[in-house]
């Protein structure tokens, strides 16, 4: 069965600072994995999909990564504004089947001005 | 393109009644599955719907339930609503197969008193 943690689950840091989220799977034979971003409340805001066969990919400021044979994905933020606190949350596909997803609990950035 | 669209954005029901909550995906997806997300934690996969038919199933009891219209469009209803199934309830679509990236919407809060 596949388990996704996720660390830290919280995170405070001073804006300007650059970080890293940290994302760990269970089961490495995954064929994709996607990070997404979570305001309070709210639904979910898809930025990243990584396929197997990409190491990384960018978007803005954001920077993912892919290594499956640790089990590791990390979502690197440049520059953090206070924009960017909200949870984010990585996901890898159920059972490799399909596109249902488990998802790890996430980790909750809080950015201050 | 108006993206996944949830109904009703929030709802309060009492212990025994049933609920049924709605969810159209986004423009040329063909697959809905449905997430439960309690508070503070990462989504759990419930069922994923594709051609009318439930595809797969995640760890939820009989009392979860769906459907999926030729429009692709779904529902989700709960019977014998608990005190537990109180969470936000995501839905989120997706061109059927692997690797296809899944697009959510902005969820239903469900609160059963």
């Known amino acids: 069965k596949q388990e996704v943690t996720q660390i830290p689950a919280a995170l405070s840091v001073p804006e300007g600072e650059n970080l890293v989220l940290n994302c760990s799977f269970t089961?490495?034979?995954?064929?994709?994995l996607q990070w997404f971003r979570q305001d309070p409340g709210k639904g979910l805001t898809s930025l990243l999909l990584?396929?197997?066969?990409?190491r990384e990919q960018t978007s803005g400021r954001l920077n993912a990564s892919l290594d499956k044979s640790s089990g590791r994905s990390t979502l690197y933020i440049a520059a953090s504004q206070p924009g960017d606190s909200a949870t984010y949350l990585c996901?890898?596909?159920?059972?490799?089947?399909?596109?249902?997803?488990?998802f790890g609990g996430g980790t909750r950035l809080m950015v201050k001005p | 393109d108006a993206g996944v669209t949830q109904s009703p954005t929030h709802l309060i029901k009492t212990r025994g009644q049933q609920v049924t909550l709605r969810c159209s995906p986004k423009?040329?997806?063909?697959?809905v599955s449905w997430y439960q997300q309690a508070l503070g934690q990462g989504p759990q996969f419930i069922f994923q719907?594709?051609?009318?038919?439930?595809?797969q199933r995640g760890n939820f009891p009989d009392r979860f339930s769906g459907h999926q219209f030729p429009n692709y469009s779904s529902e989700l209803n709960v019977n014998a609503l608990l005190l537990g199934d109180s969470a936000l309830y995501l839905c989120?679509?997706?061109?059927f197969g692997t690797g296809s990236e899944a697009f959510f919407g902005q969820g239903t809060r469900l609160t059963v008193v």
């Open positions: 989120a679509s997706s061109q």
């Open positions: 089961d490495s034979a995954i064929y994709n």
């Open positions: 990584i396929q197997s066969s990409q």
């Open positions: 996901a890898v596909p159920y059972n490799n089947a399909g596109n249902m997803l488990t």
């Open positions: 423009s040329g997806h063909d697959t």
């Open positions: 719907y594709y051609e009318e038919e439930e595809r």
